[in-house]
């Protein structure tokens, strides 16, 4: 009699294990396409807000220029400290106290 390497109890034919690894490997595969696709979708969304992140900056940097220029300017022309006041980047000249004593 010859032996075989393979017993008929572990005969992968009638066993249940290879359709039971199958479905975890398909179940496997579709996680990890779903999950590549939303990776992708969100480097997209990161790359749009870095975008819309460095245009902000940008665009304050250039307003922040403009009010030290305008700053500067008001240094030699004092008639556009009531735009810069309105602006809120001057304070608005305190009211003049006056230090006269009381009358005894």
Same mark, same amino acid.
């Given at each position: 009699? %010859?032996? $075989? #390497? !393979? ?13 039971? &690894? ?8 579709? &996680?990890?396409? =779903? ?5 992708? =979708? +969100?480097? %997209?969304? &990161?790359?749009?807000? +870095? !975008?819309? $992140?460095?245009?902000? *900056? /940008?665009? #304050? *940097?250039? =307003? @922040? ?7 500067? !300017?008001?240094? /030699? ?6 735009? &810069?006041?309105?602006? =809120? ?6 009211? /003049?106290? @006056? ?6």
């Amino acid at each position: 009699m %010859r032996e $075989t #390497r !393979y017993s008929p109890t572990t005969d992968m034919k009638n066993s249940p294990l290879p359709m039971i &690894l199958l479905v975890v490997l398909a179940v496997s595969a579709f &996680l990890s396409l =779903g999950l590549c696709w939303a990776s992708i =979708g +969100r480097s %997209r969304e &990161l790359g749009s807000l +870095r !975008y819309d $992140t460095s245009v902000i *900056q /940008t665009k #304050r *940097q250039i =307003g @922040t220029a403009l009010a030290a220029d305008a700053i500067e !300017y008001s240094k /030699t022309h004092p008639d556009i400290m009531p735009i &810069l006041e309105a602006a =809120g980047l001057k304070p608005k000249p305190a009211a /003049t106290a @006056t230090n006269k004593p009381a009358n005894k």
